[in-house]
């Protein structure tokens, strides 16, 4: 009797925290700018041409995420194709336009002047041939120098991202966790290097942005060993900041039942710590795709429109469950080839129908997480 009350007042206490707990909707919208320079028309799922910022915040968004690449200029032209233009001067016009639309901001530092993600974290050319020590000082102050700029704007971001998707280190090869791409384990220095860089820019985030939060981001929502490795490491150098950030794709991922099970884990073992799906999406078709074709990626969810309803409907319903998870964030939700051609494919990942402009069944779903 005595367990099954412990139990009762357990579960309270759980939909207790969960009810009283802010959650945070929103997506990574680094390149509306270029979309709506281009004229590109949004539209509701009734095909009413809308304001896309103000239509999100109608919708019970709250937050926009945006990527500041150290000098996009230097990127290869292949990336700059694919998105990669994001400077400080551009990220403070968009955030002048998401704090007028109501909605706040979360910076995602890429510390690359590209896409840093799990298969490159290319230090940028204005750092090259730095040392670890030299490399940390960087760290700090361009991400001083960045946050200064967006307060003087008054645009300062609510969180902020120091990397992005770093399981496998930043700043390579001085920063690389794992020296060869085969290695399943590493070495304590690695480790030291890395929590240097992590410590450096959670420094300069507290300096100037003390009311801000921190996420650190990692990739591999999937793989607990991974997980819990990484952000044990953390605790014990003593790394600063308030946020798990995971990356999830069912494509790369594994199941949403897999994920739950991590994210219960994490609820146990780093309860301190919420944890935000900052990136999520599903594919609705492969048209135009340079980088998939055909079926593949469809061995959860089929390749349509529906499909992509039915991954966003179920990832909601699991994310909805776990008290510890406080934000759900799409990635790339502004795409729209409709009468436009910003980027060099089409990716087919948006919220938003690259023939029409109307929102898709998708975003619905996902506007339930509130």
Known sequence: MRKMILAILMAITAIDASAQVKRYLGADMSLLPSYEARGTVYKDSNGKKVSLLPYLRQQGWNMVRVRLFVNPDDAPEQHKGEGVC?????????CRLIKKAGLQVMLDFHYSDTWADPGKQFTPKAWA???ARQLADSVYAHTRNSLLALKHAGVSPEMIQVGNEITNGMLWPVGKLYKKDDDTSTTE???????????????????VCPKSQIIIHTEKAGD????????QQLRRHDVDYDIIGLSY???WHGTIPNLGT????????FPEKPVMIVETAAYYSHENDPWAKGDKYSEFYPITIEGQRQFTSELVTELKRHHNVIGLFWWFAEEN?????VIKGWLNRGLFDNHTGKALPALKEFNRYL
């Open 189 to 207: 220095d690695r480790w030291d290097i890395l929590c240097d860089f992590l410590k450096a820019g959670a420094k300069a985030c507290r300096e």
């Open 262 to 269: 991590n994210l219960e884990r994490l609820a146990w073992l």
């Open 86 to 94: 994001q400077d400080l001067k551009y990220v403070v016009s968009l």
């Open 129 to 131: 041939n730095a040392d």
């Open 224 to 231: 607990w060993d991974v997980t819990r490795n990484y952000y």
């Open 337 to 341: 080839a409709f009468g436009n051609s």
């Open 249 to 251: 794709y069912p494509m």
